[in-house]
């Protein structure tokens, strides 16, 4: 277990700019001269790799001076909620998967079923149900994208034995599978209901948010997920840890990313715990905020991309959670989602496959 946390945060520590601080050596109480030696050998490695870029952040956040009026800012969802409300049924006839929901619920298939319906002019999630079928009438089919995810997590757990439907799309198969890897959701309580099954246009909130080229500013300054992995591999370490750090310090500790997160199930938040990350302080901690959080997302994130959607500051989520998942791939042969095994940091195995790297 402890060799594959720092192969991971080895690599994730090397994507940020911060490679080769991050060494582990299996040393017995018999062995001193080699605890001498990798101690001497990794303490000059790090003396000649010069200060820590981290200390930077001591005398003023790094990225001073961002304007967002110079950056294009992703921000679909007020355009999107308002398509849905006037145009709920432009891409297609739904008539029948409306008419599939009546029929599961009045024949007792479901007990409820979770989509969702305009309340005093905003689309909502909503329980529909046996006793008020005329309601389905008013289930909104170009859904907006929301988490209902934990909502399913939470009803099944209150309610054990709940027969639930949830409007949904290959993205929520996926969520849901990761929760019931993670023992949160038994999958033969949920049944998911995909409006693309009844049509032949895409719908729901499996549709992808319009991207946009970055500007100026964060070309020169920043990271966007338009940019791929080996994109980022690329540049030099240096240049990989300012444009991080420039990213990270716009965050406002909002926690729009873990509280949007279809996901996120823990009842005690890391991101909240006083030793790690100070509860209460608009500043957030850099790295350590958004490096605590890409650890969690390992054997868990889908790349649903309602994160970087949530994100204030246009913070590109996306792209360190993509390298998280392509780690986890790459080490573990694990996709989340899909794979229907435990993920690999939550069983210890019954043999090491994984060797320490050498001090470089």
């Known amino acids: 277990m402890t060799i594959k946390r720092i192969r991971f945060l080895q690599e994730l520590l090397d994507f940020v700019g911060m490679g080769g601080r991050l060494h582990l050596a299996w040393i017995s109480s018999a062995e001193a001269q080699k605890f001498v030696q990798v101690v001497t050998e990794f303490t ?3 003396k000649d790799m010069g200060p820590s870029p981290l200390l930077a952040l001591s005398h ?3 990225g001073q001076g961002f304007e967002a ?3 294009t800012e992703r921000s679909p969802g007020a355009g999107w909620l308002q398509e849905t409300l006037e145009k709920p049924d432009e891409r297609g006839d739904h008539s029948s998967m409306r008419e599939q929901i009546r029929t599961w619920l009045h024949e007792g298939e479901l007990d409820v079923f979770l989509g969702f319906k305009e309340i005093e002019g905003h689309p909502l999630p909503y329980l529909f149900s046996k006793a008020s079928l005329e309601e389905v009438d008013a289930l909104i089919i170009e859904a907006p994208r929301y988490p209902l995810e934990t909502m399913v997590a939470t009803m099944v757990n209150s309610q054990p034995g709940i027969k639930l ?3 949904g799309d290959e993205t929520t198969r996926k969520a849901l599978n990761v929760l019931s890897v993670w023992n949160q959701v038994s999958p033969e309580s949920v049944r998911v209901l995909d409006p693309a099954d009844f049509t032949s246009e895409a719908t729901g909130r499996g549709r992808s948010p319009e991207s946009s080229e970055p500007g100026p500013v964060k070309l020169q300054l920043g990271l966007d997920s338009c940019m791929g992995i080996e994109s980022v591999h690329a540049m030099d370490q240096d240049d990989r840890i ?6 990270f310090q716009k965050c406002i500790k909002c926690y729009g990313c873990r509280n949007v997160c279809p996901v996120c199930f823990c009842k005690e938040c890391s991101l909240e715990h006083q030793d790690l990350i100070s509860t209460g302080t608009v500043l957030t901690e850099v790295p350590i905020f958004h490096l605590v959080r890409a650890v969690h997302m390992a054997g868990r994130c889908i790349d649903c991309g ?4 949530a994100c204030p500051a246009n913070i590109p989520l ?3 959670y993509r390298k998280v998942n392509a780690i986890v791939q790459e080490l573990f042969d694990y996709e989340n989602g899909v794979s229907s095994d435990q993920p690999p940091f939550s069983i210890l195995g019954d043999k090491v496959v994984l060797e320490p790297k050498p001090i470089q």
């Open 242 to 247: 300012k444009r991080w750090m420039y990213e």
């Open 318 to 320: 996306r792209l360190l």
């Open 306 to 309: 309602m994160c970087e959607q």
């Open 165 to 167: 439907g949830v409007q």
């Open 69 to 71: 009026s110079q950056t």
């Open 60 to 62: 003023g956040r790094p």
């Open 44 to 46: 000059q490695k790090i």
